[in-house]
């Protein structure tokens, strides 16, 4: 079959282009470590029979943390709750919020900044002024006032970053809209007789699409930075529950350790601080790979 | 003139077009009028910005925002008889679009999606134009596999796909086509993409294109400029439209290159036998391939002639400056002075008379009415009155 060919071809050109540049392979690697954490968190991290495996377990109910032992190989953290164990099964948390919310966001921006740009006028105008609302409140803050408003939870997190997150990417499909729409081959594609819908979806539509693609494969990391943020500030996910945010938050009474022993409790802040730092750090390194593996113009320099 | 009705293929009359922008209404286009013969090639010729472009693109009925028609009738042949394009919607010009008169830009990196294979592009203008040629074609070759056919099971999915095909013949946007995209139907999928395969690779072969078979799976940004406007002219003339308008095709080429495609031009006229509307501000390229030529000025057309006569015997004061400014060895290079009048004001009369040698009292204060000097020689000047 030659186009089973072609498409083998066009993959191993894609690993080609990837192997040129080191840091996307760094970028790839991590993700792909926490991908196979994500994965393997029930061996690596057997949850108790009967209970919910997101939900960390306690070793006590002394509120200070303990050091690692051979108990909790990573310590414990407020409430006894096991270090290592939150952060394992943190990655499936990361992992949702980050997917989900950068999913629905890059959908949204892409519908709503579609008919934006393509059809222009009022609709346009009334679109883009919204997106001028939300662009006036601090999003963390709007996200913040947008978590209280509909209770505190995770789902509620996702809900926030969604709501405050569409209008960046409606923007950017709007303006490569407005791009795309006046060139020359759109204007050629009318002229042999395509009709409106079939220009928007086959000519306008792909084209326009690769910024959007690529801000989103970049974003996953920062979703999970600001879902930690809420979650550090309580409005997260509730007590116990395995998520690298309320890990950090619950170290939070512990970060000046004890007096003359700053360093007391160093390991319930590190541990899941290090966890999202490399975790975004590899989707911010992976998205600018997708950005030369995706753009067909960069790709075949 | 009128003796000439049958063999025009195109007409356009009275047309005023104006360009409605911040700083004023630009009159783009006044009272322009062209015929196109069957099978000619007519060349635009004027200077940058005298509505070469926007004539030839008001005909598909294309004009850019904020540009708006007017006045005027666009009359073209098709198989129901001469039809008034003005009349029209936008849903009967789709129609017209690609399979009657189909348009070559400039640019031709810019006229290709980077996105898609050189020959998908193609195939798109075929597939839009001829979708119901392809279907019947599939219908007959699975009518025949049906009759050879004896497994219950493959015969079950034969009769499934002729039934999708009949209904898809019957209304393209009929909701069989989502049937199609099952794996165990998507045979015919598959076939209409090889017949149009078939005819594109015949038609990029026709252009001259080494290796169409390569060329097809390639990308715009892989071939030369030459070869990529090879490629427009190939999906402008993929489903042989009476009508093909080259909007200075060979502007942005090299010399030799262009004298390549011209000649392709020529060449293909008489194989698609297709009538051209050849728009350049390029002397040479007319004398090289043009049957008669049109000359416009701010807007305005100035003088039509065969292009030998317009050689010959040039009529209008322009056209006379225009050719005398063809840049020739051992003469001095001669230019018209002054420069292209502002169109939201135009001058009043003849809107070349404050650049003209030979204007009179008359010339700034009535428009110049078209007269024909000689048979098929017109021109729109107060000299010949």
Known sequence: MPSTKIFLNELLFTFKRMRESPLSIVGLAIVMFYVCLAIAAPILAPPQPGRDPYVMPSYG????????????????????????????????????????????VVIIGILIGSIAGYFGGKVDEIIMRITDIFYAIPTIVLAMAIVVLLGVGLDNVIKALIIVGWPTYARLMRAEILRIKNEDYVEAARAVGCSNFRILVKHVLPNAIYPVLIMGSMNIGNTVLAASALSFLGLGSPAGYADWGSLISLSRNWILGLPGNPLAFWHTYTIPGLFIFTFVLGWNLLGDAFRDMLDPLIRRR | ??????????????????????????????????????????????????????????TLRLIPNPGKIERGDIFLKTDEGLVNLMEKDEKYMEKIRGRYISIVFQEPGAALDPIYKIGEQIGEALLIHRRNHYYSEVLKSIEEKLKVEKSPLRRFILKLELKICRELIKDPNSAYSILLSFPFLNEVNKLVENLVKNDVIFLLRAMGIPDPERTYNRYPHELSGGMKQRAVIAMALACNPKILIADEPTTNLDVTIEAQ????????????????????????????????????YAGNICEIAGVEEIFRKPLHPYTKALIESIPRPGKPFKSIPGTIPNLINPPSGCRFHPRCPHAMEICSKETPKVKEVERGHLVACHLYR
């Open chain 2, 1 to 58: 003139m009128r003796g000439l009705e049958e063999e025009k293929v195109l007409e356009v009359n009275n047309l005023v077009i104006r360009f409605y922008t911040y700083a004023g209404v630009v009159k783009a286009i006044d009272d322009v009028f062209l015929y196109l013969k069957d099978g000619e090639i007519l060349g635009v010729v004027g200077e940058t910005g005298c509505g070469k472009t926007v004539t030839a693109l008001s």
């Open chain 2, 261 to 296: 495609i011209l000649h392709l031009i020529r060449e293909l006229r008489d194989r698609f036998n297709s009538s051209i509307l050849y728009i350049t501000h390029d002397f040479g390229v007319v004398a090289e391939i043009c049957d008669r030529v049109a000359v416009m």
């Open chain 1, 61 to 104: 109910i002394s509120p200070i943390p303990t050091p690692p032992s051979k108990e909790a190989i990573w310590g414990t953290t407020e409430g006894q709750y096991d270090l290592y164990y939150g952060c394992i099964w943190g990655t499936r948390t990361a992992f949702r919020t980050g997917l989900i919310t950068t999913f629905a």
